[in-house]
């Protein structure tokens, strides 16, 4: 039998019973407009400064340059601001309704989409954060704040000036706001990022779909990691090869190499059928 039969019938079979934990990444969003980031259109240029996203966003980055870095998310933001979900996410909240408390999902994706078709909050961990808020950036709490409109459209490398930098401050004690999202030199936490709920949702899944990640992550791995462990169906959804592959054949799931959104119509059609 084929990946994408085996796979049809383990959906199938998660209509009588069973926890579904999906986890997402950029790929899901690629299809959509949103560049990934180890891409090509990932990397960005300001003035003649190449930068790549793994040398912007850092603490470090957003400490030395606030305003460039700024720039690059309000950016980002806007790009974000005007894609639409594609049928991949509403693939996803599909097995959200078809599921309910017996679906979890874990995304890595700070592109706001997912939260936008609907899916009870409740059950989304923004495990990187999201790029429509701010939050204060020496930490005097961890909640978290919307960006104002005025910063909406934002152009590709219009500069961000001290005025801008103000109206981001911190409401609540007006240290500088900083974008809501977790950079390459931090640590995931719970508080944040929701990191120990998600750890949890995945010791709890029955089945764990994964799609459109390169696996450069360390808490996406540790959920593929334990999920292999405990030899629960991995699904492996990805045009390329890529680590959570090699979890995924290690268990009753496999490989299915094609894009999120026709596997995911598929796999919700699944779920879904009387
Ligand atoms: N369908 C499914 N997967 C796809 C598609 C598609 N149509 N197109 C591309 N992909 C896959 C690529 O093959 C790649 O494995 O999406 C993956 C994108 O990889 P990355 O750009 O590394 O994105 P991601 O894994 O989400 O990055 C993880 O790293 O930069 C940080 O915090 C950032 O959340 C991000 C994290």
């Given at each position: 039998?084929?990946?994408?039969?085996?796979?049809?019938?383990?959906?199938?079979a998660?209509?009588?019973?069973?926890?579904?934990?999906?986890?997402?990444?950029?790929?899901?969003?690629?299809?959509?407009?949103?560049?990934?980031?180890?891409?090509?259109?990932?990397?960005?240029?300001?003035g003649?400064?190449?930068?790549?996203?793994m040398?912007?966003?850092?603490?470090?980055?957003?400490?030395?340059?606030?305003?460039?870095?700024?720039?690059?998310?309000?950016?980002?933001?806007?790009v974000?601001?005007?894609?639409?979900?594609?049928?991949?996410?509403?693939?996803?909240?599909?097995?959200?309704?078809?599921?309910?408390?017996?679906?979890?999902?874990?995304?890595?994706?700070?592109?706001?989409?997912?939260?936008?078709?609907?899916?009870?909050?409740?059950?989304?961990?923004?495990?990187?954060?999201?790029?429509?808020?701010?939050?204060?950036?020496?930490?005097?709490?961890?909640?978290?704040y919307?960006?104002?409109?005025?910063?909406?459209?934002?152009?590709k490398?219009?500069?961000?000036?001290?005025?801008?930098?103000?109206?981001?401050?911190?409401?609540?004690?007006?240290?500088?706001?900083?974008?809501?999202?977790?950079?390459?030199?931090?640590?995931y936490?719970?508080?944040?990022y929701?990191?120990?709920?998600?750890?949890?949702?995945?010791?709890?899944a029955?089945?764990?779909?994964?799609?459109?990640?390169?696996?450069?992550?360390?808490?996406?791995m540790?959920?593929?990691a334990?999920s292999?462990?405990?030899?629960?169906?991995?699904?492996?959804?990805?045009?390329?090869?890529?680590?959570?592959?090699d979890?995924?054949?290690?268990?009753?799931?496999?490989?299915?190499?094609?894009?999120?959104?026709?596997?995911?119509?598929?796999?919700?059609?699944?779920?879904?059928?009387?």
């Amino acid at each position: 039998m084929d990946d994408m039969v085996r796979a049809q019938r383990c959906f199938e079979a998660l209509r009588d019973g069973g926890v579904l934990v999906v986890l997402t990444g950029a790929g899901i969003s690629a299809e959509v407009g949103i560049p990934t980031f180890r891409g090509e259109e990932g990397y960005w240029t300001r003035g003649s400064k190449v930068y790549q996203p793994m040398e912007l966003a850092t603490r470090a980055a957003f400490e030395s340059e606030p305003a460039t870095v700024w720039s690059w998310y309000l950016y980002r933001r806007g790009v974000c601001s005007a894609a639409a979900p594609g049928r991949g996410h509403e693939a996803v909240a599909r097995m959200a309704a078809a599921l309910g408390d017996r679906f979890h999902l874990v995304t890595q994706n700070v592109d706001g989409l997912h939260p936008r078709t609907g899916i009870d909050p409740a059950r989304i961990y923004e495990i990187h954060g999201n790029i429509f808020r701010a939050r204060c950036s020496r930490d005097c709490s961890a909640a978290t704040y919307s960006i104002p409109d005025r910063f909406d459209d934002w152009p590709k490398d219009a500069e961000v000036t001290d005025e801008d930098l103000d109206a981001l401050r911190c409401p609540a004690c007006g240290a500088p706001g900083r974008p809501h999202v977790l950079w390459f030199d931090e640590c995931y936490d719970e508080a944040r990022y929701r990191a120990d709920s998600a750890l949890s949702a995945a010791a709890g899944a029955d089945v764990l779909l994964v799609v459109g990640t390169s696996g450069a992550t360390n808490l996406p791995m540790q959920m593929g990691a334990l999920s292999a462990v405990r030899n629960i169906p991995i699904w492996d959804v990805n045009p390329e090869d890529n680590p959570f592959g090699d979890f995924a054949r290690r268990t009753p799931g496999g490989v299915l190499r094609t894009g999120a959104g026709e596997a995911l119509v598929t796999l919700a059609d699944a779920l879904a059928a009387a």
